[in-house]
């Protein structure tokens, strides 16, 4: 199981390092980080500077990652290359994710030339309480941006996708993803789905590392409830690929739907 990942990792990262392409999306987040780090700088609150540090440059990388990672099914249909990967004996979600984690990986660099844009724009030293826990809470991101994505790929073939079918996601993602404010702030129905991300919950860790916490009960349950909502999307990726390759094995074809 992990030789197929990283096979599939490798695949990915070769075919993704050659596109001409991450040049527009390391200078596209250029932008975006000066207009965050300036309204951070003239929030006059050091805790809100330090939140947007951390969650303005993945704002960037949600974009591009949900981006590339949801086409990337549809494209190996429409490219011909998943005929490959159903003949193996490595299940199609697994493939799949090995090549949604390097969309990840390779989308850590927008999210260092963002955050070096804020800090040089800002020139100020973040304020953060407890280190241990931000280094956690990032982490945890990192795994519900993963898995996302990865729950989208399957999700772009059985609806049927076309051109702008991301528009929503890219979005809407970002302000319940918890990257602009804490979820606290959102309205009580937009709270709810946030909820159903990960990323909002690691984003609340995140929070609570910045402003400091009475209970550390409070930021386990925040990892928790990333983790178990992780769990969940997992498994619905799971059937939704099972229908998905159902769909392929009945019909006999590999092209889009």
């Known amino acids: 199981m992990i030789n197929a990942i990283g096979a599939a990792f490798i695949q990915q990262w070769k075919e993704v390092a050659s596109s001409l392409m991450n ?86 660099p927008t999210w260092i030339t963002s955050l070096v844009t804020m800090l040089l724009f800002i020139r100020q030293i973040p304020s953060v309480a407890d280190y241990p826990s931000l280094v956690v809470s990032v982490i945890l991101i990192m795994v519900g941006l993963s898995v996302f994505s990865l729950f989208m790929s399957p999700l772009m073939v059985l609806v049927g996708g076309r051109a702008g079918f991301f528009n929503i996601f890219m ?11 804490p979820i606290d702030r959102l309205p009580y129905g937009l709270m709810v789905i946030a909820r159903l991300l990960p990323t909002s919950w690691a984003m ?54």
């Open 171 to 181: 979005g809407l993602g970002v302000m319940i993803s918890g990257f602009m404010f």
């Open 23 to 108: 040049i527009v999306y390391f200078i596209g987040a250029i932008p975006t980080a000066i207009v965050l780090a300036w309204v951070a700088k003239n929030s006059g609150n050091s805790e809100v500077l330090t939140y947007l540090l951390v969650g303005g440059p993945l704002i960037n990388m949600w974009n591009s990652v949900i981006f590339r990672t949801g086409w990337s099914l549809s494209g190996e249909m429409s490219g011909r290359t998943l005929d490959f990967t159903l003949v193996s004996r490595t299940p199609l979600m697994l493939a799949m994710w090995g090549k949604s984690l390097a969309q990840l990986v390779y989308g850590i």
């Open 204 to 257: 609340s860790g995140v929070w609570q590392s910045i402003t400091g916490y009475d209970s550390y009960w409070s930021v386990l349950f925040a990892w928790g409830a990333c983790l178990l909502t992780s769990v969940l999307i997992l498994f619905f990726t799971y059937l939704m690929f099972r229908a998905v390759e159902k769909r392929i094995r009945v019909t006999g074809i590999l092209g889009r739907y």
